[in-house]
């Protein structure tokens, strides 16, 4: 019976979707509240399998299939970890939609979206078959080109097309790396290939695929670009799913269930290095407030990667933690974002100035998911970025080590200018707080960026489950 709660999370957000368009001909309140249930149940599902997880005994269901074909489903503590993170900031984010969208159209498509991404991201984290995890990559793919061209403008069909094309191709290339380990061990399986260790071109090839989806140097220009969709569009890319999906797969490929070459403990972070310090610079040189979070999401998943390649348990654990940290976090901020375009009808940060005066909860919100994206204790975010560097630390590489120091130095200074920049100084312009909903989502977000720090032994308890195998 607890097994199959893994088809629960999986099918109810992925095939209710379908049903929401109906919904919202029939009724939009009827539609949201549907939109909600199925989010929240992949939350709820997800939790539900925690304490199986907690006391060692991870979910498994195993279906043969024709030709040699297997299909099944695994819930361990990174499976888990990844459904409870990306299911609940998801909610939030569908609970901010029902304010902020209302008065736009496309919004039976954007639901319809919104929960077949939840469920795509469900399966992925729980599959376990390689062809599988391809399909639920490349339905994610979609929902990110119909969100991010959620408007229906030129501008923003032209983003949408250009984060599709990257995502794919990169899928495609990782896809052919798929078909390699296949052909090496007779099985798309993850569990039956546990331990394998696999040719240096195989995870060339995977890494394309990886670093395309979390938007890493080079392959990471399209993330910026996709900031003219709405804001609850951009959190749910930037925090709850899209770019954590290749994150993920590092995880779940090369520290969970693969062997690589000892080559990538070295050139894996120093892609990261460099990932992190050129999307630093331009956050600090950008006035677009978007665009400047954005290049920060590209800065910090640099730390998650380091963690994860680097070859250390402590730097894994801090990569699980930031994981987790950074979706509640950046997911506030751009909710926080989103009110004040929203009031503003402008991204240019130049042009706005004095608004905690008039929205004093946006920008206590603000401030407090800022404080742990740049590692400011008590906040989350400076545990898990102590513990990456930490690692990077004791696997012997001091040098990138100090690269990472002055990343997280230009993120402290790139957010403080924002937040100066934005909410304090000269009022510039007469504008209301956001909605109930709106302010009361962004606020539970920087609530939990402080509780998850202040209560770090909680999820740190369950992110070092995930490397106790290495």
Sequence with gaps: MESSIMLICICVPLFGAFLLPVLGLINTNLRNLAALAFTATAFLCAALALPEVLAGSPLFLHYELPLGLSFGFYADSLAVFMALTSSLVATVIVIYSFEYIMEYGNQNEYYMMVCLFIGAMMGLVFCTN?????????????????????????????????????????????????????????????????????????????????????????????????????????????????????????????????????????????????????????ALSSNDIKRIIAYSTISQLAFILLGLSCGSKIGVLGAMLYILMHSVAKGGLFLCAGIVEHNLHTKDITKMGGLYKQMPVTAFAFAFCAFSVM???????????????NGIVSAGNVALAAVFIIGAIMTILYLLRLFVKVFLGQTVSEVREGTPLMVGSVLLLALLSAALGIFINMPSGFASLIGGGI
């Design 130 to 282: 390689l062809i599988f995890i391809y399909i639920f990559w490349e339905i994610s793919a979609i929902c990110c080109w119909r969100l991010i061209g959620f408007y229906r403008e030129e501008i923003t069909v032209s983003r949408a097309n250009k984060a599709f094309i990257v995502t794919v191709v990169g899928a495609l290339i990782m896809l052919i790396g798929f078909v390699g380990i296949y052909g090496q061990t007779g099985t798309f399986d993850l569990v039956a290939m546990k331990g394998t260790h696999i040719p240096v071109w195989m995870v060339v090839l995977i890494l394309f695929g990886i670093l395309s989806k979390s938007a890493t140097f080079p392959l990471h220009n399209w993330l910026p670009d996709a900031g003219v969709a709405p804001s609850p569009v951009t959190s749910l890319l930037h925090a709850a799913v899209l770019v954590k999906i290749g994150v993920y797969m590092y995880a779940r490929l090369f520290v969970i269930n693969l062997n690589v070459d000892t080559v990538f403990t070295v050139a894996v972070p120093v892609i990261a290095a460099v990932s992190a310090l050129v999307s630093a610079g331009v």
């Design 375 to 389: 590692g400011i204790p008590p906040f989350g975010g400076f545990f898990a970025k102590y513990l990456v560097i």
